[in-house]
């Protein structure tokens, strides 16, 4: 009777049939029970699913257009000649193009985010020197941090880190680093990341000594399109895409990344299986 009220909708999902131990059907009960359990999982995870769709798709669109619509409004304001002179056309024309680079970076952070979180883009895995490669990213970073009024310096206890992985997936995970350091910690004026190895993972550390992340942002702060800072403007900010796709990359090649952050410092980690 029970089951059947189940399965015409009179009784809920979360109903809970009563198992009686020394009864023939108790062992039936039970499973009955266990399988609207996962019946209930699953439709809640649906339903969590399709909520972070339709945010995602409400993000997106949100984000594409407004800088689509400055584009398009000063692109017609230089069609219609509503302009005094050279120089305010100059002005125009630079404006459109920094909000057209600014249009194209966050369709290309979502088409990355996207391949990454659904598993649509492989892997192109080979041996490399990890301490080597972050070297050479401070090296190509040197103008943009001193610009930044910011400081580097590169603390490996080993020379030669080996790990198997997308060499350029995971200089994309360094380069969003880098980046958040240089946007949220140039205050502390330097750049420090460490290399190490711990048992059998490859461990590196960003850190910045600028404001702590606050503690009620901490659990948000690989989300997509999650800013720390909601007074910075999307122009100032970056897409909002960065760390989620870090996250994303370094997960696919079988590692984890986590933050800590303090009044002195604070640290990106990330592990990276080592080389069997």
């Given amino acids: ?35 609207v359990d996962r019946l209930h999982h699953a439709l809640e995870e649906e339903r969590k699913a399709e909520q972070t769709k339709n945010e995602l798709i409400t993000n997106v669109s949100h984000d594409l257009r407004t800088p689509l619509t400055s584009v398009l409004g000063y692109l017609g304001l230089i069609e219609q000649d509503r302009y005094r002179d050279e120089v305010e056309l100059r002005h125009y024309v630079q404006i459109a193009y920094e909000k057209s680079k600014r249009l194209n970076v966050l369709i290309n952070d979502l088409f990355e985010y996207t391949r990454m979180r659904y598993d649509s883009a492989e892997l192109k895995l080979k041996n490399f020197n990890l301490t080597e490669m972050l070297g050479q990213m401070l090296v190509q970073f040197h103008l943009p941090l001193q610009e930044a009024g910011m ?5 490996a206890k080993e020379t030669s880190v080996m790990v198997k992985g997308d060499a350029a997936k995971l200089v994309r995970v360094f380069e969003n680093l880098i980046a958040n350091a240089m946007s949220y910690g140039k205050e502390g004026k330097k750049l420090l990341i460490t290399v190490h190895t ?22 948000y702060i690989f989300d997509r399109f999650y800013r720390v800072d909601k007074s910075r403007t999307q122009w100032s900010g970056g897409s909002g895409l960065g760390l989620a796709i870090a996250k994303s990359i370094v997960l696919k090649h079988g590692g984890t990344i986590s933050v800590a952050s303090d009044i002195e410092q604070t640290a990106f980690r990330v592990t990276l299986p080592l080389i069997k």
């Fill in 151 to 155: 400081t580097s310096k590169l603390d």
């Fill in 1 to 35: 009777m029970t089951v059947r009220k189940i399965a015409d909708g009179t009784y809920g999902l979360d109903h809970k049939i009563e198992v009686r131990r020394r009864s023939l059907f108790g062992p039936m009960a039970a499973n009955v029970n266990s399988l």
């Fill in 198 to 219: 711990e048992e059998k993972a490859a461990v590196v550390e960003v850190i910045n000594y600028g404001e702590p992340i606050p503690t009620t942002d901490m659990p």
